[in-house]
């Protein structure tokens, strides 16, 4: 099946920086992908819908200055949380769909210090 | 708008038993339902999905589920459970087959006992 990366798998960074985390399609384009945040032994919560050349659509209650989404090609789509906090620490998956399946990247851990 | 929830967050069932995992849906429109399973600090995998026609769909790892319109429920079974089986189980729901946003239920922890 299709695959679905993401980078970094974790990341730690100091209160106040920004961290950015990569989603690519690895064998497929997609012209939309979606980002979702999971907190311990909970759901995802979709955050923002990415689309291929034009703005993100966020959830209602998620910034969008504080998560920019950036899908600069038909393969790739960051997350940059800027600014971070302790409370933005969380598991951040991205999926993308082909033709028939939404494909889920693994993750990224981010621990905010 | 669309909603899903799953009745218990945690099941525990013993090893070679009947799993039942429970979940029922609301939506505006005619559903598409999926089952994903979490495995500890990894994506999602795709158990199953319903888009349109037969109500009872087969997935993988021997899970099936039942798409039922009148209870707008969507439970997930497995006649005999294994331990590889424990793992976090997600209902979702969307409003169409492919390319649109997945809304997710709380998520059900299976428990398989030896």
């Known amino acids: 099946g299709a695959v679905v990366s993401q980078h970094p798998s974790r990341v730690i960074c100091k209160s106040g920086t920004s961290v950015k985390i990569e989603c690519r399609s690895l064998d497929f384009q997609a012209t939309t992908m979606f980002w979702y945040r999971q907190f311990p032994k909970k759901s995802l919560m979709l955050m923002a819908t990415s689309n291929e050349g034009s703005k993100a659509t966020y959830e209602q209650g998620v910034e969008k200055d504080k998560f920019l989404i950036n899908h600069a090609s038909l393969t790739l789509s960051t997350l940059t949380v800027t600014s971070a906090h302790p409370e933005d620490s969380s598991f951040y998956i991205c999926?993308?769909?082909?033709?028939?399946?939404?494909?889920f990247g693994p993750g990224t851990r981010l621990t905010v210090t | 708008a669309q909603s899903v929830t799953q009745l218990g967050s945690h099941v525990s069932v013993s090893e070679g038993a009947l799993v039942l995992l429970r979940c029922n849906y609301s939506s505006s429109v005619p559903p598409y339902l999926f089952w994903y399973v979490q495995y500890p600090n990894q994506g999602l995998q795709l158990l199953l999905k319903?888009?349109?026609?037969?109500?009872l769909v087969k997935g993988i790892n021997g899970f099936e589920a039942e798409f039922k319109k009148s209870e707008t429920s969507f439970h997930l079974t497995k006649p005999s459970a294994h331990m590889s089986d424990a793992a976090e189980y997600f209902c979702a729901v969307s409003d169409q087959a492919s390319y649109d946003k997945v809304i997710f239920g709380p998520g059900t922890s299976l428990s398989v006992i030896p």
């Open positions: 999926s993308a769909w082909d033709s028939y399946e939404q494909y």
């Open positions: 319903y888009t349109t026609g037969a109500t």
